[in-house]
């Protein structure tokens, strides 16, 4: 894409949804943490569903120490591997208690210290709680990426590297919502659903599915 179609492709996704936000659910920066922690390999939706009674018991490390790993699995063993993710969640609270007087620190580098904390999480909340202009490439935005040509990349380290240089201002904080909602909603994995796409004149990919495919129809595009 050139540097005016990245403009547009940006435009449309925003003019369509001005104010994009997570749909993890979470009410402080620690639960925040915690829910992007769990959302790893499940669902925002799975997420939500088990951590709502949990942060109505749970919204400060003290208290996630205080309900143990044991009662933690309780809150979260609907979401995939649970056993480890609520090891992690213990751990982290236990370093935000004593290495950060319990508040969730605000650089990347402090973030991925706490356990279960990589790359994409503590991008995820420099972006959606700090307010920073960060690049969390998932699943739906290394597809997007890749088969628009906005950002095409091996890895997603190399993703997020080229939307880093790539998007433009206004759209740097929004960029990474916008990009997974396209994902989960537009541009599916199995079958892209381009016939509904806003900006599939700009998007380079070669097998476009124009028309919906009819009732009882198995055609499907490559992920």
Same mark, same amino acid.
């Given at each position: ?31 925040? &943490? @915690? ?5 790893? !390999?499940? *669902? ?7 951590? #709502?009674?949990?942060? %109505? ?66 991008? &995820? @909340? ?5 307010? !920073?202009? *960060? ?7 290394? #597809?997007?990426?890749? %088969? ?64 919906k495919p009819g009732r009882g129809n198995t055609k499907t595009?490559?992920?």
């Open positions: 894409m050139t540097k005016d179609q990245i403009f547009e492709f940006f435009r449309r996704l925003a003019e369509d949804n001005p104010s994009p936000e997570t749909e993890l659910e979470y009410g402080n920066a620690y639960q925040l &943490v @915690v829910a992007v922690a769990l959302s790893a !390999q499940a *669902t925002d939706v799975g997420v939500n569903k088990a951590t #709502r009674a949990l942060f %109505r018991e749970v919204e400060t490390p003290e208290q996630m120490l205080s309900l143990g790993e044991d009662g933690l699995k309780k809150h979260i063993k609907t979401i995939g591997l649970f056993n480890s993710k609520a090891k992690n969640v213990i751990a982290l609270s236990q370093l935000l208690v004593d290495e950060y007087d319990s508040k969730v620190p605000d650089t990347r580098e402090d973030l991925v210290r706490l356990p279960g904390v990589g790359r994409k999480t503590a991008n &995820v @909340v420099l972006n959606c709680w700090f307010g !920073q202009e *960060t690049f969390a490439v998932d699943t739906h935005i290394f #597809r997007v990426g890749n %088969r628009t040509g906005l950002a095409k990349g091996k890895t997603p380290e190399q993703v997020e590297a080229k939307l880093e240089k790539r998007v433009p201002q206004p759209f740097r904080l929004g960029a990474h919502h916008w990009l997974i909602l396209h994902g989960r909603y537009v541009c599916k994995a199995r079958t892209p659903e381009c016939w509904r796409c806003t900006v599939v004149d700009l998007c380079s990919y070669r097998k476009k599915v124009l028309e595009g490559p992920g």
